[in-house]
């Protein structure tokens, strides 16, 4: 399958008063053409951060300090400003984490939706309301034409989403990022936005990162998963091997800490013990050691790449940074 998508070691960092916040360390990783990528991780992880760096949608303090980007082969990594904002909204499109807040609250729907369209298509503004209207109705919001005359205090927090994903989709792009869309909202609109995206990407064919802190919402959504930990990569891998093969500590922390339906009542779930790394300062060893249980010597003094081993299903190569083999349980020489 042809890939939209190719990014290698990508460095991110952020400066603060006493120094810098290193908060992506060497991400590599690459995407198919109508692929979708699910991205794992507690907050702070380096997920988002990542992502963003993507389309260089970063604050000022922030700096990629390395690494390149390939978007359908072009090198966008070191694009000009309006090299970049030509490829934001038509090429790569973003969902936002809480639509409340990406919203202004002082401008109707319609004059927010159609604001990315007649920038890169231009078109009308009577033409851009009606793709807008087009594309409401797409994602599951009814009397749409009306819509567009409203606010956002006027719709629910679902409805707020919705018009998240139109705005996304209205000048077709081949990659959305999805930055934890559904994490303001209850469980039940999260699972109609989580069919919603699948409906879509099956209908118009385009690639999807979705970044989340839960693994569990990923399960029977996304093609492959990547688990972040401490700005690095641990783990990546498809779909059903990360969940029936993890092989890396942290995931296999992750996994043991969803509920199941055989969890007995008043049973405590497994954590994970310790903190977060320090990223003021890059680790000399793996940044997960201070937490794992299967950590050795090696651990602590050198970080492990992330190297391909065949994976259960034989579908791609299963990636792991990890200097314990979790199959054999025994170190890797």
Request: charged share 20%; hydrophobic share 40%; net charge neutral.
């Given at each position: 399958?042809?890939?939209?998508?190719?990014?290698?070691?990508?460095?991110?960092?952020?400066?603060?008063?006493?120094?810098?916040?290193?908060?992506v360390n060497g991400v590599s990783f690459?995407?198919?053409?109508?692929?979708?990528?699910?991205?794992?991780?507690?907050?702070?992880?380096?997920?988002?951060?990542?992502?963003?760096?993507?389309?260089?949608?970063?604050?000022?303090?922030?700096?990629?300090?390395?690494?390149?980007?390939?978007?359908?082969?072009?090198?966008?990594?070191?694009?000009?400003?309006?090299?970049?904002?030509?490829?934001?909204?038509?090429?790569?499109?973003?969902?936002?984490?809480?639509?409340?807040?990406?919203?202004?609250?002082?401008?109707?729907?319609?004059?927010?939706?159609?604001?990315?369209?007649?920038?890169?298509?231009?078109?009308?503004?009577?033409?851009?309301?009606?793709?807008?209207?087009?594309?409401?109705?797409?994602?599951?919001?009814?009397?749409?034409?009306?819509?567009?005359?409203?606010?956002?205090?006027?719709?629910?927090?679902?409805?707020?989403?919705?018009?998240?994903?139109?705005?996304?989709?209205?000048?077709?792009?081949?990659?959305?990022?999805?930055?934890?869309?559904t994490t303001a909202l209850d469980v039940?609109?999260?699972?109609?936005?989580?069919?919603?995206?699948?409906?879509?990407?099956?209908?118009?064919?385009?690639?999807?990162?979705?970044?989340?802190?839960?693994?569990?919402?990923?399960?029977?959504?996304?093609?492959?998963?990547?688990?972040?930990?401490?700005?690095?990569?641990?783990?990546?891998?498809?779909?059903?091997?990360?969940?029936?093969?993890?092989?890396?500590?942290?995931?296999?922390?992750?996994?043991?800490?969803?509920?199941?339906?055989?969890?007995?009542?008043?049973?405590?779930?497994?954590?994970?013990?310790?903190?977060?790394?320090?990223?003021?300062?890059?680790?000399?060893?793996?940044?997960?050691?201070?937490?794992?249980?299967?950590?050795?010597?090696?651990?602590?003094?050198?970080?492990?790449?992330?190297?391909?081993?065949?994976?259960?299903?034989?579908?791609?190569?299963?990636?792991?940074?990890?200097?314990?083999?979790?199959?054999?349980?025994?170190?890797?020489?």
């Amino acid at each position: 399958m042809a890939k939209l998508l190719e990014v290698n070691n990508l460095h991110t960092r952020f400066k603060v008063r006493n120094g810098y916040l290193h908060a992506v360390n060497g991400v590599s990783f690459s995407l198919d053409k109508g692929e979708m990528l699910g991205v794992v991780g507690e907050s702070g992880c380096g997920k988002s951060v990542s992502m963003m760096s993507l389309i260089r949608l970063l604050p000022p303090a922030a700096q990629i300090t390395e690494g390149e980007v390939l978007l359908d082969g072009e090198d966008i990594t070191h694009a000009s400003v309006s090299r970049v904002n030509a490829i934001r909204g038509s090429k790569v499109g973003m969902i936002f984490q809480d639509p409340m807040t990406s919203l202004n609250p002082f401008m109707k729907i319609g004059d927010q939706l159609i604001e990315g369209i007649v920038y890169h298509k231009k078109i009308t503004k009577a033409d851009a309301l009606q793709q807008a209207a087009k594309y409401l109705k797409m994602v599951g919001i009814s009397n749409a034409e009306h819509r567009l005359n409203e606010y956002p205090h006027q719709l629910s927090g679902g409805m707020r989403q919705r018009v998240m994903i139109a705005m996304a989709l209205l000048n077709e792009p081949s990659l959305v990022i999805a930055d934890e869309p559904t994490t303001a909202l209850d469980v039940t609109i999260q699972a109609q936005i989580v069919e919603l995206v699948k409906s879509l990407r099956e209908k118009l064919n385009m690639s999807i990162i979705w970044i989340t802190h839960d693994l569990s919402l990923l399960a029977g959504m996304v093609d492959r998963i990547m688990v972040m930990y401490g700005g690095y990569v641990v783990e990546e891998a498809v779909l059903d091997d990360i969940y029936k093969s993890p092989l890396h500590p942290y995931t296999i922390g992750l996994l043991k800490s969803i509920p199941s339906l055989k969890t007995e009542a008043g049973s405590r779930l497994p954590s994970i013990p310790g903190a977060p790394p320090n990223l003021f300062s890059q680790p000399t060893g793996c940044p997960f050691a201070p937490r794992c249980t299967y950590r050795v010597d090696r651990c602590q003094s050198e970080v492990p790449a992330l190297t391909a081993v065949p994976g259960e299903t034989g579908e791609r190569p299963h990636r792991v940074a990890c200097w314990v083999d979790m199959r054999g349980k025994g170190v890797k020489q």
